[in-house]
């Protein structure tokens, strides 16, 4: 009897303790921690049920399955070197970096197979295409604009997928070894060119340098000696205002002195003396003198002098 109870003791005991375990394996099944930036895609019975963002969830056990584990982290995948072709017939090896993020889970999930291929392959065609679109010579000066380009038309493409493309990056432009050797060649004839066009804007430069201090040069000259004519000129003119009044003054002080008797004879002795020098200046310049019959002798000239003086004192 006691064995029986026994047995049926340790039986029990079994089941609780298969119980327990039980229960710890459907609490394990059914608590899930899901990670920072991650989202679990679930599926009951294979069908879509939730996406369980960060944090505590609640799972039913052997009905929920974890379908997908996509995290929203920006992720950068590298773009193998392919060949392009641009608009003027160039073939260049491109490659660059991609940089993505989740944005729909469920369309992440269900939308694509292989949502990073599938991006890569549209920025490998898409990158075919924008270099179609441009010159060799572009490709180089627009590279921004090219990634723009490109950036653009993968968002257009991948909406459906849930994914956001948010820049390519060009890492490389590689173009025929033909092509190096002429773009080479004219960056040489490109730097000679600049060379001498800046030494001819020197020279220029220097030309104009040198005409300019002549031109100053004959400026100043040119006021220098305006400036020493003006002064010259003040000068004579100064010159011949003082002379002429010394000569005002003179004749003002010969008619005051002439107003007087003495004044008077002085003047009749100055016209006489005059007269007769003046004769003599006649005979000096000519060989032949004619003069009147009563005019020989100085004493008819003095006496011819006197009557004009005479004249003009009555006269006065």
Known sequence: ????????????????????????????????????????VIERFGKFQSCREAGLNFLMPFIDKISADRSLKEQAVDVPSQGAITRDNITLTVDGVLY??????????????????AVVQLAQTTMRSELG?????????????????????????????????????????VPPATIMEAMEAQMKAERVKRAQILESEGDRQAAINVAEGQ????????????????????????????????QAEALITVGNAAKTEEGQKAVQLDLATKAID??????????????????????????QAMTIINTLNKGI
Not at 103 to 114: I, S, W
Not at 144 to 165: C, F, M, T
Not at 224 to 233: F, G, M, N, R, T
Not at 278 to 301: F, G, R
């Open 278 to 303: 003046a004769k003599q200046a006649i005979a000096k310049e000519s060989t032949v003198v004619l003069l009147p019959d009563s005019s020989t002798e100085a004493s008819s000239v003095v006496a």
């Open 215 to 246: 031109k100053q040069a004959q400026v100043l000259a040119a006021e220098a000696d305006k400036a020493q004519q003006i002064l010259k000129a003040e000068g004579e003119a100064k010159a011949i205002i003082a002379v002429a009044s010394a």
């Open 133 to 173: 679109k441009m010159e060799l010579d572009k490709t180089f000066e627009e590279r921004d604009k090219l990634n723009q380009n490109i950036v653009e038309s993968i968002n257009q493409a991948s909406e459906p997928w849930g994914v956001q493309v948010l820049r390519y990056e060009i890492k490389d432009i």
């Open 1 to 40: 009897m006691e064995t029986l109870v026994e047995l049926l003791l340790a039986n029990v005991f079994s089941w609780q303790f298969i119980g327990l375990v039980l229960l710890l394996v459907i609490a394990f099944r059914s608590l899930k921690f899901v990670p920072q930036n991650r989202v679990y």
């Open 100 to 117: 993505f993020r989740v944005l729909d889970p469920f369309k992440a999930t269900y939308g694509v197979e292989d949502y990073s291929f």
